[in-house]
């Protein structure tokens, strides 16, 4: 007989690593099993070559829970965040530039050069976002009620979550409602009248996101990468010392710690259901491993329709999840460069504000719905949006002396092409995107010793992100909260007992913030103190 444990969980995601550390402190035997050969999912620091470590795809850090950093003691374990300042730099093709500061008199003097009106409305701007991202952020670590199958305690939880609204005043209300359902275009057309402001602002509402700025429900995007405090500052983004796996490898080693078993290079084949109820696993080389309680860190497809037979999950619900917007439109590529770029718009080539920032090439908010309008007709972006980070502006740990690495996020690459596919069209596509900051920073070329490149067909291949989807899934208003990953399943658990998910496709959604994680250990040990 394979040896029992009470909790296996599948996936080595940061999610599932802080899963497995919650349920361990509390006293359960705890195992967790990881196709590659390294933690993180994707939130890992990898060496694709000798000496530079790169973050392959996550690249900077702000969601991740204040309380789980504290809880999980990860400072010890060597968590080291790097808060960006500036926090943007946009180059603009005649040759202006535009910074956002930390503080909020240069931010507002950078923006008065574009529009006075502008720069005496920001601090207003800033602060109502910061109201509703209060409001958003406490419900991140906690369990969404169901809106189907209710029982009293979510219509209790329904009711609590109504009077919290009716602390907002009328107009905020307004404001509420219009930033979880408005495009972020028509959002910042509101309050803007500066297009060079607008389109640096309307980025964070499009990354990751299948839809420009004029796409409905984009605003609420944007609001999602204004939360966060792990670098102290809400909304402030920053670099982890060592990429984007000292994230992942300080909560592993707190998990280890508290007695979690972690396994890699131990892929799983199938989840093991006898008469409803899970009760283990199959690797993939037919090593069985037991347990009361199994938790997938998984997207939602891979782990209903890949990993279970498909008379083990209810049929409607099952239909469900083949609903899901899981396709993905990002694409990643990283570099290593022997010298920093020199922008047009901000000479100089050793290091200034305009490498320690995330860089944008996206000249205007019409630049970048183009963008998406191709992407939309299935092909990659003629002209790409894209955002830029150097990591070792900061950190001098991940490339030798007087390297640097320069990580490009780039949109739109749809996941279904109507032409080709990703391992023929990959190189051009990313040769297209160096010509745009070419553009920008001229001789920037000629400073790339190597690149690696990373489609949304590697991101499903290499990472398990089905579909090539960062976020597990779409980060619409009709996929999030008791709609996340579907109707009547919002609360970790699923049809199938003893079933539960804890990755970035359950709610609160996307990025590396843990909370998905959180959420679910806490569901677990409930249901595990009541006896299952």
Sequence with gaps: MPDAVDVVIIGAGHNGLVASAYLARAG?????????????????????????????????????????????????????????????????????????????????????RYSPRDAARYPDYEHQLVRLAEWVEKLLMTTPPNIIRRKLGDLLKLGRMGLDALRFRDPEIVHLVKIMTQSVRDYLDERFESDEIKATLCTDGVIGTNGGP??????????????????????????????????????????????????????VARVLVREGRAYGIALAGGEELHAKVVISNADPKISFLKLMDPEDVDSD?????????IQGCSFKI????????????YPGSSLGPQHKTTIHICPSMDYVDRGWEDAAA???????????????????????????????????????????????????????????????????????????????????????????????????????????????????????????????????????????????????????????
């Design 317 to 325: 619900f099952r239909s469900e999840i083949e609903k899901i917007k």
């Design 214 to 267: 004029s796409t409905p429900g984009t605003a609420y995007i944007m609001l999602h990468h204004v939360m966060g405090g792990a670098t102290g500052v809400r909304g402030l983004w920053g670099f982890v010392r060592g990429g984007m796996g000292g994230v992942s490898n300080a909560i592993a080693q707190s998990a280890a710690a508290a007695g979690v078993n972690i396994r890699t290079g131990a892929g």
């Design 334 to 345: 990283n570099l290593a460069l022997d010298r920093l770029p020199d922008f047009t718009a």
């Design 378 to 532: 299935g092909m990659p972006s003629e002209n790409p949006l894209i955002e830029i980070t150097i990591p070792t502006a900061y950190d001098d740990s991940i490339a030798p002396p007087g390297k640097h690495i320069m990580c490009i996020f780039a949109q739109y690459a749809p996941y279904k092409l109507r032409d080709g596919d990703w391992d023929t069209l990959k190189d051009a596509f990313a040769d297209r995107c160096i010509a745009a900051v070419e553009e920008y920073a001229p001789g920037f070329r000629n400073a790339i010793i190597h690149r690696q490149v990373i489609s949304p067909l590697d991101m499903e291949r290499d990472y398990s992100l089905t579909g090539g989807n960062i976020f597990h899934g779409d980060m619409t208003v009709d996929q999030l909260f008791f709609m996340r990953p579907a109707p009547g399943w919002a609360q970790y658990r699923t049809p199938v007992q003893g079933y539960y998910l804890c990755g970035s496709g359950a709610h609160p959604g996307g990025g590396v913030m843990g909370a998905p994680g959180y959420n679910a250990a806490r569901e677990v040990l409930k249901d595990w103190r009541g006896r299952l």
């Design 28 to 112: 359960l035997k705890v195992t967790v099993v990881e196709k590659r050969d390294l933690v993180g999912g994707a939130c890992v620091t990898e060496e694709p070559w000798p000496g530079y470590k790169v973050s392959s795809l996550s690249y900077l850090c702000s969601l991740l829970q204040p309380r789980i950093i504290d809880d999980l003691e990860l400072a010890r374990y060597g968590f080291h965040l790097y808060p960006k300042d500036p926090a943007f730099f946009t180059a603009f093709p005649d040759g202006r530039h535009l910074f956002f500061w930390r503080d909020m008199a240069k931010t507002q003097a950078e923006l008065a």
